[in-house]
C-alpha cells in the first residue's frame, strides 16, 4: 500500500518568515495530493491540493509543489501569519484506491 | 446539514465496554470515511462507504470493530469490548465524490476514552 512521510514534525519560524513542509510518497501510481489544517480540537480542513498533471499550484499566500519523478511535494507558506500555527497534513491517493493515505503530521509554530 | 455532524464529543468507557459513534455526512454526499487519530496525530483509516454498501474497509479491525451507513439514519462505528488502545479520537469525513478527486469534509471528531 501507499506509504506517507513527511518532514518535519515541528517547525518554528518568526512571524513573516515562510516554512516549508516536505513530503515523499512511495505508490508511483498516485495522483491527488492534497493537504490539510487541523487546529487544536478540530477537524482537519482542506488548504490546496494538486494533482498529478501539474507541477505547482498556488493560493494566496500557499503554494504546493509536485514532483512525480522524485515523489515528493511540497507545502509552502509564505508571510506567516501567528494564526497559520496549526499541525499540517500530507496525503495521498491513487486513481483506482479512493482512500487517503496520510503523512504523520507537522507542528507548525509562528511566533509573532 | 451543511457540515459533518459527529456524535458524542467525548466518550468515556471502562475496558470492555461498548462505544457507539455517530456520523450525520453532508446532505448530498455519497461517501463516508472513518479515521482514526491517536495521540501522535497520525491518522489511520479505519472504513469508507459508497451511500449504504462498504467501499473500503481494508483499515478495519475485524474482531472488535463494525460499522454502517443505513439510509435515513446516521453513520455509526461501534466497538465491542473496547481495550486502552482504543483511546483515539475518531474523525468521520464525506465527499461527493471518491477521495481521490475531490475534497474530504472532516467533522469535529469523537474523542473516545478507555479507562
Known amino acids: 500500500g501507499e506509504n506517507v512521510e513527511q518532514h518535519p514534525s515541528t517547525l518554528s519560524v518568526q512571524e513573516g518568515d515562510s516554512a516549508v513542509i516536505k513530503c515523499t510518497y512511495s505508490?508511483?501510481?498516485?495522483?491527488?495530493f492534497p493537504w490539510y489544517k487541523q487546529e487544536l480540537g478540530k477537524g482537519p480542513q482542506l488548504i490546496i491540493d494538486?494533482?498529478?498533471?501539474?507541477g505547482e499550484k498556488k493560493d494566496q499566500r500557499i503554494a504546493v509543489t509536485l514532483n512525480k519523478t522524485a515523489k515528493h511535494f511540497s507545502l509552502h507558506i509564505t508571510e506567516t501569519q501567528p494564526e497559520d500555527s496549526a499541525v499540517y497534513f500530507c496525503?495521498?491517493?491513487?486513481?483506482?484506491?479512493?482512500?487517503?493515505?496520510f503523512g504523520k503530521g507537522t507542528m507548525l509554530l509562528v511566533s509573532p | 446539514g451543511e457540515e459533518v455532524a459527529q456524535t458524542p464529543k467525548h466518550l468515556v468507557r471502562g475496558e470492555g465496554q461498548k462505544a457507539k459513534l455517530y456520523c450525520a455526512p453532508i446532505?448530498?454526499?455519497?461517501?463516508v470515511f472513518w479515521y482514526q487519530q491517536v495521540l501522535k496525530n497520525e491518522f489511520k483509516f479505519l472504513i469508507s462507504f459508497q451511500n449504504e454498501n462498504v467501499f473500503d474497509e481494508t483499515g478495519m479491525p475485524k474482531e472488535r470493530f463494525s460499522a454502517k451507513c443505513l439510509p435515513n439514519s446516521p453513520c455509526s462505528l461501534e466497538i465491542q469490548a473496547t481495550k486502552l488502545e482504543d483511546s483515539a479520537v475518531y474523525f468521520c469525513?464525506?465527499?461527493?465524490?471518491?477521495?481521490?478527486?475531490?475534497?474530504?469534509?472532516f467533522g469535529e471528531g469523537s474523542r473516545l476514552t478507555v479507562l
Open positions: 469525513a464525506s465527499s461527493q465524490t471518491q477521495g481521490n478527486t475531490g475534497e474530504l469534509f
Open positions: 494538486i494533482r498529478s498533471n501539474v
Open positions: 496525503a495521498a491517493s491513487n486513481s483506482g484506491y479512493s482512500t487517503l493515505t
Open positions: 446532505k448530498g454526499h455519497s461517501y
Open positions: 505508490d508511483s501510481a498516485s495522483n491527488y
